[in-house]
């Protein structure tokens, strides 16, 4: 490349900031931004960002890709196909989970997945999911974990083969603050949500609309106001994952005023879906079984005001995806079911064994960009702040979710005018339906940059397997505690 400044200059676009918009050209060196800048000199290559709207690279924290059972089955969505769908999408990086299985260690739960992501062609990271917190994995293997840059946590609160109870979970908090790590929390009240299946199976109520009627916001409320209490008593950071509600979200904000190192999340489909979609002919409203559920319509503007609020500050996909051919209607296909596998009276499984998840993480910026920027919701920066920059700060994520220079050149040329009709056959996951079929929006991803490469050109995905990198995470601010515990006794350190 000599003679040249620059490998790449992205030149003339709108460039869009967690803190302002602004006309330049951005100048690539190695995979780094290294200018910006009106008129920069020319680089080896050039591309035209006129017209566009330039961001940095979405970063998808919570995404469930090429995840290995408990049986050792692999879940379809392998890190070819979901980083591919990613990079269509406009999301450059994203954090999947590492499993444990009750009884066993987290090295003995998923031999090799680790070597599966090395496929990835997008940037990536884990978060450890913790089902069993013996001593062996709180005192030896946690610890390993961070110093290998895995510095997040992931406990549920409710599901059969996952859940914690509230020791387990003090257990957790507690360890993590003792080692620098993050916890995140799926927050859902296991034994009501059992209560409510049982009443429900007995009254004869399967179809998946009864999915939601199980878990209705209340339980998600409780979870979430326990959750949060006992990171309090510990003097723990979290994060809320997923908050599909108000009243979820309400605990939070609380908390928060209180001055509680508590973060939210939500999903785009709480911001879009309602209990509608969990109907329709031929079993259709399997689709859209997710935990937590869809809520009732109007809830989606309530949790949209909370994004204004800035009480959910990071939007994910959570994409887990279940083909509706196969697993969507399979009795026993669910890994996360509540109750036992139960069938209805046409072969189809009653709504406690429909695999719990939804895809996403191709369709969840182009939906947040349309709902958001383009309906004028939120403006550019809170896009860039929802879609990466507060997650790359939240998680760690040195050089992401930035266009200043000396962060990596992870770039999304966004055409605002583009009108798109969203269809799963256009898609590049590996799940055969999308919950966003025929969805309208507006905003479309053109162009995505990963570290100075274009790995992605109007919807035809460039980048390689195993061109991905796995993003290591060190010590940081917003995961030490605040240093308030009750009584000035602290239990964690004692």
């Known amino acids: 490349m000599s003679g040249f400044d620059f490998d790449l200059v992205v030149r003339g676009g709108t460039l869009a900031t967690a803190a302002e918009v602004l006309e330049a050209d951005i100048g690539i060196k190695d995979g780094v931004i290294t200018a910006l800048g009106r008129n920069l000199p020319r680089g080896a290559e050039e591309i035209s960002a006129k017209g566009y709207i330039v961001t940095p690279g979405g970063i998808d924290p919570h995404t469930h890709i090429e995840e290995i059972g408990q049986d050792g089955s692999v879940a379809e969505e392998s890190f070819s196909s979901g980083s591919a ?19 066993h260690t987290l090295a003995a739960s998923a031999p090799g997945y680790e070597a599966r992501a090395k496929a990835s062609r ?14 062996e994995v709180l005192e030896k ?17 409710t599901y059969d083969p996952l859940r914690l109870d509230d020791a387990q979970l003090l257990q957790v908090l507690a360890t993590a603050k003792k080692n620098g790590a993050f916890v995140t929390i799926h927050c859902e009240n296991y034994d009501a949500i059992g209560w409510r299946i049982d009443a429900l199976l007995k009254a004869g109520l399967t179809d998946p609309l ?43 904000a609380r908390a928060r005023r209180r001055g509680v190192k508590v973060w939210g999340e939500t999903c785009p489909q709480y911001l879009t879906h309602s209990h509608d979609d969990l109907q329709g002919p031929d079993f259709a409203g399997a689709k859209a079984v997710c935990s937590p559920a869809l809520r009732e319509k109007g809830e989606n503007e309530r949790v949209w005001a909370r994004i204004l609020d800035g009480t959910l500050d990071i939007v994910s996909s959570d994409h887990c995806g279940f083909s509706f051919a196969t697993a969507k209607q399979a009795v026993g296909a669910s890994p996360y079911g509540v109750g036992g596998a139960v069938s209805r009276p046409d072969g189809r499984p009653a709504f406690n064994a429909i695999p719990n998840g939804v895809p996403g993480i191709e369709t969840r910026l182009p939906v947040l960009f ?31 979710g930035s266009l200043m220079p000396g962060a990596d050149a992870d770039l999304v040329l966004w055409n605002p005018d583009a009108e798109r009709v969203i269809e799963n056959v256009a898609l590049h996951h590996a799940i055969d339906y999308t919950p966003w ?8 991803p053109e162009v ?47």
């Open 85 to 103: 769908a990613a990079l269509a999408g406009g999301t450059t990086s994203f954090i999947c989970f590492l499993p444990q299985w009750k009884g």
């Open 210 to 252: 009864m999915h939601a009627w199980s878990r209705p916001p209340v339980v998600e409320r409780e979870a979430t106001h326990r959750a949060i209490a006992l990171a309090e008593l510990v003097d723990q950071p979290v994060q809320i994952f997923h908050v599909s509600c108000e009243e979820a979200a309400a605990e939070i």
């Open 437 to 444: 079929e025929g969805f309208a929006v507006k905003g479309w």
């Open 122 to 135: 997008a940037d990536y990271s884990f978060h450890q999911i913790i089902t069993d917190p013996t001593p």
């Open 448 to 494: 995505t940059i990963r570290r100075g490469q274009v790995a992605m050109r109007h919807g035809e995905v460039i980048a390689e397997e195993g061109t991905g990198r796995f993003l290591a995470r060190g010590p940081y601010a917003l995961a030490k505690p605040r240093g308030v515990v009750p009584d000035g006794f602290d239990a964690a350190l004692a």
């Open 370 to 400: 349309s709902e958001g920027v383009s309906k004028g919701r939120i403006d550019l920066p809170t896009f860039v702040k929802l879609s990466s920059a507060n997650a790359a700060k939240l998680f760690n994520l040195p050089g992401k």
């Open 141 to 157: 293997e946690v610890p390993a974990l961070v110093a290998r840059g895995i510095r997040s946590l992931k406990v549920f609160l």
